[in-house]
């Protein structure tokens, strides 16, 4: 039976807000074999998040809401999410990106042989033989990363591993049948510790994968007095202090000469900030203090049809670092090798703090240079700034550098 967790968190309505880290939804792990199990899909998704919440640089998405979630939605935990369905969920939660996992095979196999001893229909007590079971385990997964707003897979990696084990032990006749005397071949959390390196291959990748900054959606859920409530909160990432813009209802564009339908637009219904004042768990509360600006949020609100999907939106313009972020990510991105790393030690200078996946764009850069030294240097870094993880690859990489400089002295 195919088993998917859908991480899920139900949202009235949208805005966009910022919030430190990028902002990504665990949303599914589909066990294509029909083998692995409920308890080792679970721990997947469990790891998955354990292992992107530790590097700082990702904001996960709370959990413990999707039981309610789904029962509204009237989904279930069985089924395949494909990338649409994904998207639209990312849109819900609020997330900038979505992630879903797949377990593409499984398989445990065991044989066992016994050697010699006493014979079970002859003996009703004796001693047996010698035992030897042999234990093959493998896993092969896959994780793909989804844009919201584009719909589109950025991301896609896969991982894999096996464990063999070879167990003697001594078997004894009692009351006429063979009972094994020894250690057990195996414990039954071996499964899933397999599963996590396999997993935790996949993930080396993704960690170095240049994420932009984004936006968070959701909507202005209600009007009351002099501040509007939206359906975000500290379970999403909000935190008092946090600010966004308010803009208005869509408006259709059409071709004046075809007719043809051009999409819609928002305009911007308030070129300004305004802080959040309360931040409860599933909302906040803002307080708009200027009654002209009020007065058009209440205007256009009022005007809204909500059967036609009508809304007003709030965007949380991205701060003066978190643009400079992004502008190093695109310089990367076009292969603007000195420019990004002008940018980023331009980062540095600005903002005083370390970042791993900005010194894996430095080492990247440096290595595509060939300047070696430097490249070291800063692989070195990543990996001092990321204790918790093996990276075999950036281990490797590093290795490689260091055997050529030797070399070349």
């Known amino acids: 039976m195919k088993f ?25 792990f589909e066990d294509k074999t029909g083998k692995a199990g409920n308890i080792l899909v679970r721990s997947l998704i469990d790891s998955t998040t354990d292992e992107l919440y530790k590097t700082g640089k990702f904001t996960l998405l709370e959990r413990d809401r999707i039981g309610h979630v789904l029962k509204e939605q009237k989904l279930a935990l069985t089924g395949l999410i494909d990338t649409e369905t994904a998207s639209v969920i990312g849109k819900l939660l609020g ?13 445990e196999s065991v044989q066992e042989n016994t050697i010699g001893g006493a014979n079970t229909t002859s003996e009703k007590f004796g001693i047996g033989g010698l035992s030897i079971s042999k234990l093959n385990l493998f896993i092969d997964l896959n994780i793909r990363i989804i844009e919201v707003d584009t719909g589109k897979i950025v991301f896609s990696s896969s991982g894999n591993e096996s464990f063999r084990k070879t167990s003697y032990g001594l078997t004894v006749v009692q009351d006429g049948e063979l009972v094994l005397v020894g250690r057990k071949l195996s414990d039954s959390t071996l499964g899933q510790k397999i599963a996590r390196k396999a997993l935790s291959k996949a993930v080396e990748k993704l960690l170095f994968f240049p994420f932009k900054l984004k936006e968070m959606q959701t909507r202005i859920v209600k009007l009351d007095g002099d501040n509007i409530i939206i359906g975000r909160g500290h379970g999403h990432g909000l935190k008092r202090g946090d ?125 595509k240079g060939r300047a070696y030294h430097a490249a070291y240097k800063y692989y070195d870094k990543v990996l001092s700034l990321l204790p918790g993880y093996s990276l075999p690859g950036v281990m490797k990489r590093k290795q490689e550098i260091r055997t050529y400089l030797r070399k070349n002295r």
């Open 4 to 28: 998917i967790v859908i991480l899920f968190l139900l949202m009235n309505i949208t805005v966009s807000c910022y919030c430190d880290g990028i902002r990504i939804a665990v949303v599914s």
């Open 95 to 107: 997330a900038s990106y979505v992630l879903i996992g797949t377990v593409v095979n499984y398989g």
């Open 243 to 367: 600010q966004f813009k308010v803009y208005g209802k869509p408006e259709r564009l059409m071709d004046p000469v075809t007719g043809e339908d051009l999409g819609s637009r928002r305009k911007i219904l308030i070129n300004k900030s305004f802080r959040l004042i309360q931040v409860e768990r599933n909302f906040s509360v803002c307080q708009i203090n200027d009654k002209y600006y009020l007065e058009k949020i209440r205007r256009d609100f009022d005007s809204l049809d909500i059967s036609k999907g009508e809304f007003l939106q709030v965007r949380m313009a991205l701060k003066t670092d978190e643009k400079h972020y992004n502008k190093i990510i695109d310089y990367y991105e076009r292969g603007f090798l000195k420019k990004t790393v002008h940018m980023i030690k331009l980062y540095y200078k600005n903002y005083k703090r370390s970042d791993y996946l900005l010194d894996y764009l430095m080492a990247s850069c440096f290595d």
